[in-house]
């Protein structure tokens, strides 16, 4: 089994088919693309019912977290190497720490809460992560990516996503790589990961291409094009809201609800 620690900055860039086709030309003696080329990444979002991961993440607090469950290409059988990660963002550095599983153990503890015979830091970050958010699997998203790296520094990352595509039913890895598109077509989401500063080569590189960093989140995007998902909140605790039933007294509203699964515990 394969854990992983990451901690990097990561800033993101919207490109066009000529600025990218610039980008990759001006940084070629300076980036290799990776062993992998192009490949398909595929991803599974968790979230509680009322999608408050997504929503915190998108009002940008210092610090947030999401879960996923990613593969490599679409998995072939339930022996399929797929990895648990959970990322979290403080102070804008990113951390992620991520466990490498077989596809059924995976879906068997995000699923059904059956933990896989492993114990070690990370699944226990990922433990308490379970234990105090109620999630379930809310959002499909896949992407062809070509990753790039440094020549002289190999902690120098770059991706190139196309063709993001997401969906919200058939919630499994195995189900295929479809889905509708999130970006206009031909444009390319591109993500420079870096231990610390960037390098002036490439800021400069990037300044002469007149390309500005963007805040976007692939699975924000969607949450954001899809008023059935931030509305969910809302029909989520309707028997809870006042005589009025309005927007604002929603927070009373969903401490009702949380008073009634209490009741009926006891």
Request: net charge neutral; hydrophobic share 35%; proline share 5%.
């Amino acid at each position: 089994m394969a854990e992983t620690v990451f901690k990097r900055y990561e800033k993101k860039y919207l490109l066009t088919p000529e600025q990218e086709r610039d980008f990759l030309r001006l940084v070629e003696d300076r980036m290799i693309i990776d062993q992998y080329g192009l490949h398909t990444i595929c991803n599974i979002y968790f979230d509680t019912p009322d999608f408050d991961l997504i929503r915190t993440s998108i009002e940008k607090p210092i610090y947030k977290e999401k879960l996923r469950l990613r593969s490599y290409g679409v998995p072939e059988s339930p022996d399929s190497k797929v990895y648990v990660e959970l990322k979290k963002k403080f102070k804008g550095i990113v951390y992620k720490r991520r466990v490498g599983l077989k596809l059924s153990e995976a879906e068997a503890y995000l699923y059904d809460g059956i933990h896989p015979q492993k114990d070690n830091q990370i699944m226990r970050e990922i433990d308490w992560f379970l234990q105090t958010n109620p999630v379930e699997p809310q959002v499909y998203l896949a992407y062809d990516r070509r990753a790039f790296y440094g020549l002289e520094d190999n902690s120098i990352r770059l991706t190139l996503d196309k063709n993001i595509r997401c969906r919200r039913k058939k919630l499994r890895l195995g189900e295929g790589a479809v889905g509708e598109q999130l970006l206009e077509d031909d444009m390319t989401l591109m993500e420079i990961k870096l231990p610390e500063y960037m390098p002036m080569w490439m800021a400069m590189i990037l300044s002469e291409l007149k390309v500005a960093p963007v805040s976007i989140s692939k699975y924000g995007t969607f949450y954001c094009e899809n008023p059935e998902m931030y509305m969910s909140i809302i029909e989520n605790h309707l028997p809870y809201l006042g005589s009025e039933g309005s927007v604002v007294d929603l927070g009373h509203a969903r401490l009702r609800k949380d008073a009634s699964k209490d009741k009926k515990t006891k």
